[in-house]
């Protein structure tokens, strides 16, 4: 169950402030009056006659950028509380990612409309340095471009650094003599998020190899599938890792780097002995995979995570639509249980992709509940929801794991069918 969608994260977050901002001024007894400052855009203030709104406007934009990144600290954590408020990683790291850009601006507009007070403190240029800090840490860690010139494992060395610059500007608002220090509930609010949020973020960058010892497995066999596909069987080497069909864990192959972790959905079934990844190459890691492990390399695993399952909806017909490695989840769903006819449509650019044809062609053939489509859209095209061709599909659960492209054209047109979107269901292969 996903608890937590963005619709409602944010508003919870804009609310509970606004909740506290609103009483604590309410019984505020001290004196809106006493600044006298400058103000970016405003020029000088010198409000005498009562309320002096610059300062109260931009002390919410300060508060809300605090408790915004300190949830994001939350969310790195990858802690299952969190991720089960979520609905699972994948959905966690997409908020996590908007929430950063949301804090930034907001942070942007404390700058513009907070004022200065004329006396020097040292916790302003502070807060300026943590102000350029994040905003360079934000602009790398979001803007597409960055994104696609920097290796996923340089830039998420980066990305921790926010901790570091959050630190910063936390320790900025406790210096300036700011209106929060004075409002009770406000600044319990504000000031415990802060202390979260660098816990978190401490416990994340120094602390979470020491309480999540991964399980160590070895590679039993390394299958190339061709197209730049591999398979792995790996078979633990003492303890077995816990886990639902559909989920995934972070993978480290030591033999390659020792401190790159990567996410891979698990394509064996959990009553499976031996684990089975399914591995494309889509970057400098991942390439011509099966040429870069042998047999009995040590593999860690850290998980399981993850939200997908057919689980949800066992009581609907479903349909499963993958698009080209999107198939692992559910190459490890066919094999359970479910008493509702399921079709599995798999898009593929063309035939010499469709590694796993043979095999959920023979499951098809011995399970009545189970019917097979490869789509190949090289001849047929993108597929549609007309291609789908299914009748009353507001009565149907969907499933779908593929290119965000994929998932957004039929989720959209599926919700033009009168599909809710409780009833669809995706897995995000990207957390970045
Ligand atoms: C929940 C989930 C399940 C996945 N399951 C599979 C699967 O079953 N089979 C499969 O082939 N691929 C799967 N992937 C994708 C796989 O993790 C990436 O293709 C792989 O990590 C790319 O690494 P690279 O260095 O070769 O490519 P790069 O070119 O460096 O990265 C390509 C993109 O992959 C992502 N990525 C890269 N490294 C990491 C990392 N260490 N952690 C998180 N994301 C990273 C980033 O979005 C990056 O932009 C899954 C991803 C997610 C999030």
């Avoid at 509970?16 to 203030?45: A, K, P, Q």
């Avoid at 709104?53 to 300190?70: D, L, M, P, Y």
């Amino acid at each position: 169950m996903r608890i937590l969608k963005q619709e409602i994260y944010f508003p919870i977050i804009v609310g509970i402030h606004l909740i506290f901002w609103c009483i604590d001024l309410y019984f505020f007894s001290g004196n809106f009056t006493e600044v006298d400052s400058d103000t970016m855009f405003f020029g000088r203030l010198q409000n005498a006659s009562g309320l002096n709104s610059h300062r109260i406007i931009g002390e919410i934009f300060s508060s809300w950028v605090v408790t915004v990144f300190a949830f994001n600290f939350l969310m790195a954590t990858r802690a299952k509380w969190v991720e089960n408020l979520f609905g699972g990683l994948d959905k966690m790291y997409l908020i996590h990612k908007r929430s950063g850009v949301i804090a930034v601006i907001l942070l942007l507009a404390h700058f513009i409309v907070v004022p200065r007070a004329i006396d020097f403190n040292p916790g302003k240029p502070l807060g300026f340095y943590a102000l350029i800090l994040i905003l360079i840490g934000v602009i790398v860690s979001a803007v597409p471009v960055f994104k696609k010139k920097i290796p996923y494992h340089k830039w998420i060395n980066f990305h921790k650094l926010m901790g570091v610059f959050y630190t910063l500007g936390v320790i900025h608002g406790f210096m300036v003599d700011s209106l929060i220090k004075q409002l009770p509930i406000t600044r319990i609010y504000v000031f415990s998020m802060a202390m979260i949020g660098i816990l978190a973020w401490v416990y994340k960058a120094f602390l979470f190899d020491l309480f999540n010892k991964k399980l160590n497995y070895a590679v039993k066999q390394v299958k190339n599938l061709g197209n730049n596909i591999t398979e792995l069987e790996l078979v633990a080497q003492n303890k077995s890792l816990n886990f639902k069909a559909g989920q995934f864990a972070f993978f480290t192959f030591p033999s390659i780097n020792k401190r790159e972790q990567h996410p891979f959905t698990i394509s064996s079934h959990p009553h499976q002995k031996n684990l089975k990844i399914t591995i494309k190459g889509l970057g400098d890691y991942t390439d011509n995979f099966a040429n870069k492990v042998n047999i009995n390399d040590d593999v860690f695993v850290e998980g399981p995570y993850g939200k997908f399952s057919s689980g949800y909806s066992k009581e609907k017909e479903q349909v499963w639509i993958a698009g080209g490695i999107g198939i692992t989840p559910f190459l490890a769903l066919i094999n359970d249980y479910y008493t509702n006819k399921v079709v599995l449509y798999w898009c593929v650019n063309n035939e010499s992709e469709a590694v796993y044809k043979t095999p959920l062609e023979t499951i098809a053939k011995s399970n009545p509940l189970f019917e097979f489509i490869l789509w190949n859209s090289e001849k047929r095209g993108h597929i549609t929801v007309d291609d789908l061709s299914i009748r009353d599909p507001e009565k149907r659960a969907y499933l779908i794991c593929g290119p965000k492209a994929l998932k957004e054209n039929i989720t959209k047109q599926l919700k033009q069918e009168g599909v809710k979107q409780s009833s669809i269901y995706d897995e995000e292969f990207t957390f970045r």
